[in-house]
């Protein structure tokens, strides 16, 4: 009984594994649990920023917020730079430090605070990506996503009552979203005035702190301490809307806006030179103010006199009262042909005392070399008035600043004159039937300017400047602005209208500047951007 026991144990203990294996193979096939659903495939595009930095912490921000650029490029550039960038970064900051800390330490009753070691290590920030902001000032704001494992080696030595402590700090990781903001951009090198640096949230900051060899950042509670407080320092200082404010070059002298009017009478000449054969000279006089390419201003002729009386009063845009110089040139009017230049002169603006008037006379020249020994010739006299009329500090200020436009004006304009100063920026989607060749056209009381033009170009770009001068506010006035596009090769529809505005003056003269763009009338989708600045006199 017991061998056939034996071996019915064994068969039934075969059969049974056999059909146990069957029949969960068959659940497993054939059965679904009720309570399991199907898992929900979405590609990575679909998901939001949020979800992305769960799943993948580490990712760039150009993978998962396409609102940032990749930035391979700079990081590259700054790998090969970074042992030039580190020397001059220290240098940098041991140079701002050191003054700081002479101020500081008195306090404190320490002796000396001194830099031993001073390196940020060989490993240089990275930057996951870029974005760039598109507003309509003349301005460029970056906002970059920075992260630094730096192996830094500074060592600061502190000296009290006769005893050293040296503090290293290393092993330092930094996370930060710096907004960078360059302002105003301006026509010379480095081509923007200031840099505007704040932070979009509070940065990640992590570092290892040695105190006479022994790591402080061991001590429970302390690490967590220090970086809090380094967190909340650094955020009120800098976290956005607050800056950190690097001024690179002066906006005034690098952006050369108006200052002043030079208010010119020109008075009489005397004992011109004859040019004309038959008879006396018929002479006009051109005014420029050097440094600018504005148009110069012409009196009337006089014909057949040699010794002509004006009493014709002009208005010119100064900008740097400094350097700038009035130049005048006489001519002897030709009705065929070139124009005679009969003499010149030229007065230093630096020579003027504001709102003073100032007569002069002075001798014509053949040219302004001073070692010409044709200029010791006489060719007459020429006597002008001269008064420099400086703008309102005020409007200055808001003009270097450029603040933001306000909607509604404020009651009551400013009385009296000043001068009009339009800036054609740029325009989009502007198209004609037959050709876009479009430049700009300017009618303001009567007075037309263009800027140039640009050939086959829906969206131009001009920053072109205009200015006009005017005797009394134009707060009931219009700007007609109008975009043509010109074609020499169709003889039958040369100009094409692409659109216009009419622009009302009387807010600009309330707020002192706007910029605003425009729909153009007559236009599908055309738009134009166009800033206006008034400048009072100071007179007014």
């Given amino acids: 009984m017991g061998f056939f026991g034996t071996i019915f144990s064994f068969f039934g203990f075969g059969f049974g594994i056999s059909m146990g294996l069957a029949i969960g193979y068959y659940l497993f096939i054939y059965v679904q649990p009720s309570d399991v659903?199907?898992?929900?495939?979405k590609p990575l595009a679909e998901e939001d920023s949020e979800t992305i930095d769960r799943m993948i912490p580490e990712i760039p921000l150009w993978v998962k917020n396409p609102d940032f650029d990749r930035v391979d490029w700079l990081n590259k550039l700054i790998e090969y730079m970074w042992p030039y960038l580190n020397k001059a970064i220290c240098k940098t900051a041991e140079t701002i430090a050191k003054p700081i800390i002479e101020e500081q330490i008195p306090q404190y009753k320490i002796d000396s605070v001194e830099f031993e070691e001073l390196t940020l290590g060989s490993l240089p920030p990275t930057f996951q990506g870029m974005k760039v902001y598109e507003t309509e000032e003349k301005e460029l704001i970056m906002e970059l996503s920075v992260k630094w494992a730096a192996n830094p080696n500074i060592i600061v030595a502190v000296k009290k009552f006769g005893l050293k402590a040296t503090v290293q700090v290393m092993d330092l990781h930094v996370f930060a979203i710096p907004r960078i903001t360059l302002k105003p951009l301006v026509p010379s090198f480095p081509c923007f005035a200031n840099i505007f640096v704040s932070l979009m949230e509070k940065p990640y900051v992590d570092f290892g702190l040695k105190l006479v060899g022994a790591d402080l950042m061991s001590i429970p509670g302390l690490y967590k301490f220090v970086q809090e407080i380094i967190k909340d320092q650094v955020a009120n200082m800098y976290l956005w809307p607050k800056t950190l404010d690097i001024q690179v070059i002066d906006p005034s002298k690098a952006q050369k806006k108006p200052v002043g009017i030079l208010n010119t009478k020109v008075i009489r000449a005397m004992k011109l030179k004859k040019k004309d054969l038959l008879g006396a000279s018929d002479p006009y006089v051109q005014l420029t103010i050097t440094e600018d390419?504005?148009?110069?201003?012409?009196?009337?002729?006089?014909?057949?006199?040699?010794?002509?009386?004006?009493?014709?009063?002009?208005?010119?845009?100064?900008?740097?009262?400094?350097?700038?110089?009035?130049?005048?040139?006489?001519?002897?009017?030709?009705?065929?042909?070139?124009?005679?230049?009969?003499?010149?002169?030229?007065?230093?603006?630096?020579?003027?005392?504001?709102?003073?008037?100032?007569?002069?006379?002075?001798?014509?020249?053949?040219?302004?070399?001073?070692?010409?020994?044709?200029?010791?010739?006489?060719?007459?006299?020429?006597?002008?008035?001269?008064?420099?009329?400086?703008?309102?500090?005020?409007?200055?200020?808001?003009?270097?600043?450029?603040?933001?436009?306000?909607?509604?004006?404020?009651?009551?304009?400013?009385?009296?004159?000043?001068?009009?100063?339009?800036?054609?920026?740029?325009?989009q989607d502007v198209e004609g039937k037959y050709?876009?060749?479009?430049?700009?056209?300017?009618?303001?009381?009567?007075?037309?300017?263009?800027?140039?033009?640009?050939?086959?170009?829906?969206?131009?770009?001009?920053?072109?400047?205009?200015?006009?001068?005017?005797?009394?506010?134009?707060?009931?006035?219009?700007?007609?602005?109008?975009?043509?596009?010109?074609?020499?090769?169709?003889?039958?529809?040369?100009?094409?209208?692409?659109?216009?505005?009419?622009?009302?003056?009387?807010?600009?003269?309330?707020?002192?500047?706007?910029?605003?763009?425009?729909?153009?009338?007559?236009?599908?989708?055309?738009?134009?951007?166009?800033?206006?600045?008034?400048?009072?006199?100071?007179?007014?």
């Fill in 293 to 427: 390419t504005l148009t110069s201003k012409k009196t009337t002729v006089k014909h057949k006199n040699l010794n002509p009386e004006w009493n014709e009063e002009f208005s010119l845009v100064v900008k740097d009262p400094e350097t700038q110089a009035l130049e005048f040139q006489v001519f002897d009017w030709e009705q065929v042909g070139k124009h005679d230049k009969m003499g010149m002169n030229m007065i230093p603006l630096k020579e003027l005392t504001a709102d003073e008037p100032k007569t002069f006379t002075l001798e014509l020249l053949k040219n302004l070399n001073p070692k010409d020994p044709q200029n010791e010739k006489s060719r007459g006299q020429i006597v002008l008035e001269l008064t420099y009329k400086p703008f309102r500090n005020e409007d200055l200020a808001k003009s270097f600043k450029e603040p933001h436009p306000t909607k509604s004006p404020p009651e009551g304009t400013p009385p009296g004159g000043g001068l009009l100063v339009v800036i054609i920026h740029e325009a």
């Fill in 435 to 540: 050709h876009t060749n479009p430049h700009v056209r300017l009618i303001f009381r009567g007075e037309e300017r263009r800027t140039k033009i640009i050939k086959k170009n829906r969206d131009p770009r001009w920053e072109e400047e205009f200015q006009f001068l005017v005797e009394e506010a134009p707060t009931n006035d219009k700007l007609h602005v109008e975009v043509v596009s010109t074609s020499s090769r169709s003889l039958l529809r040369q100009k094409e209208s692409l659109g216009y505005a009419d622009i009302s003056l009387a807010d600009v003269v309330a707020n002192n500047r706007i910029n605003e763009r425009h729909h153009l009338i007559d236009s599908k989708n055309g738009r134009i951007q166009i800033e206006l600045q008034w400048r009072a006199s100071q007179a007014n």
């Fill in 37 to 41: 659903k199907d898992p929900e495939i």
